[in-house]
């Protein structure tokens, strides 16, 4: 969970290679070698190279997902930002925090209505993120939607949709 946080929070200020300081930085904090062990990932896979400076810099200003190949590390890194969420809750005040949630009855076009405005939702915030000079925090902004419960006759109601 902490690598993509990494790769953000080293845009926001020179932590001039104090691997304690930028542990310490990361909410909860990791140990240092965790933050060593990032950064070497982040400079291995070409996310982040030093700059004529020598600060780090990312690479590339976003990644996007997607790759079938990467599905196992997607699913993986999914789930670590839920229980990130689920302890977010109980730790962050309101004020510093957005959760949000409602239970509701769904056709299959609603579904697929709520997506369409999910993914508009995204690539505005997306353009938001992009268009911020002045960040000083990194955050994780999630939504999730997924089914609950489903009648015998839904295609949510059927084995063949769960991931294995």
């Known amino acids: 969970w902490f690598v993509p946080a990494i790769r953000e929070l080293i845009t926001l200020f020179d932590f001039k290679d104090d691997y304690a300081l930028l542990a310490r930085s990361l909410k909860p904090a990791i140990s240092e070698d965790d933050a060593r062990l990032a950064i070497q990932v982040l400079s291995r896979f070409h996310f982040i190279e030093r700059n004529s400076d020598g600060l780090w810099v990312q690479t590339h200003r976003a990644l996007r997902s997607g790759c079938p190949e990467h599905r196992a ?73 997924f089914p609950v419960a489903a009648t015998p006759t839904s295609e949510f109601g059927s084995e063949k949709e769960i991931v294995k």
């Open 73 to 145: 590390a997607l699913v993986k890194y999914h789930c670590d930002m839920l229980d990130k969420a689920s302890r977010a809750v109980q730790r962050w005040k309101k004020d510093r925090r957005f959760v949000a949630g409602m239970t509701a009855g769904v056709s299959r076009t609603c579904f697929r209505m709520i997506l369409a405005e999910a993914e508009k939702f995204k690539n505005r915030v997306a353009t938001l993120v992009h268009n911020d000079s002045k960040s000083d925090t990194v955050m994780q902004i999630a939504l999730q939607i």
